[in-house]
């Protein structure tokens, strides 16, 4: 499968744990996205990266969230003192410009 | 910033019947658009997207969507909807002039198609 994968797909942490996810996109897609998504609405962009460069992050990433993509190809999304309002669906995607947006499957994270 | 407006949260239809998913979104300049569909226990994928050219766009599984730019829309449609097409369906746009690239979704509208 040459898509976009995520690793775990399921994570139960509890409250001020750190947590790191991982997501690997297409082989030649050179940008990657994260988002967040909770139950009942649409995908909320966190931080997108052109190769190793994070160019660009959200005001929904706090201090507590950082993201990291040392080699331009997989990135991590590690948060630390996990909070329960950090449950969520975790989304990553790539995209090779001016192309579409493709999706992984996500990183579901329950907070106890 | 932009925004993305699905007033549809919950839709249900029976076999046959046709569709049509409103999106409407606010931003003042030119934009890329997208409507994603995500199916029970799988991970989203794109359904059909404009970005310049013929307003009318076709997508795949026999879906199309309209952008009306003096509407600031760009509704989804299909004719005979099966029971396949129960999922969820997002709107979503990218500015073209800014140069930021992320997209802004709408709450995304679920779709049941009874049998």
């Known amino acids: 499968d040459t898509g976009v994968s995520q690793d775990p797909r399921h994570k139960i942490t509890k409250r001020g744990q750190n947590v790191t996810f991982r997501c690997d996109p297409i082989s030649e897609h050179n940008r990657l996205y994260w988002y967040r998504q909770t139950l009942g609405q649409g995908p909320e962009f966190l931080t997108y990266f052109q190769n190793e460069a994070q160019l660009e992050k959200s005001r929904l990433l706090s201090d507590r969230f950082s993201a990291e993509r040392p080699k331009g190809s997989f990135s991590t999304l590690e948060i630390q003192r996990t909070e329960q309002g950090d449950s969520a669906m975790y989304l990553c995607?790539?995209?090779?410009?001016?192309?579409?947006?493709?999706f992984g499957p996500g990183t579901r994270l329950t907070v106890l | 910033a932009q925004s993305v407006s699905q007033h549809n949260h919950h839709v249900i239809l029976s076999e046959a019947a046709s569709l049509e998913l409103g999106c409407n979104y606010s931003?003042?300049?030119?934009?890329?658009l997208f409507w994603y569909v995500q199916y029970p226990g799988q991970h989203l994928q794109l359904l059909l997207k404009?970005?310049?050219?013929?307003?009318l766009v076709k997508g795949i599984k026999g879906f199309e969507a309209e952008f009306i730019k003096s509407k600031f829309s760009f509704n989804l449609r299909k004719p005979s909807v099966q029971w396949s097409d129960t999922a969820e369906y997002f709107c979503?746009?990218?500015?073209?002039?800014?140069?930021?690239?992320?997209?802004?979704f709408g709450s995304g509208t679920r779709l049941q198609v009874q049998p």
């Open positions: 979503a746009v990218e500015p073209q002039d800014t140069g930021r690239r992320a997209l802004t």
């Open positions: 931003y003042g300049g030119t934009v890329n």
């Open positions: 995607a790539s995209s090779f410009p001016p192309d579409t947006q493709y």
């Open positions: 404009y970005f310049s050219g013929d307003p």
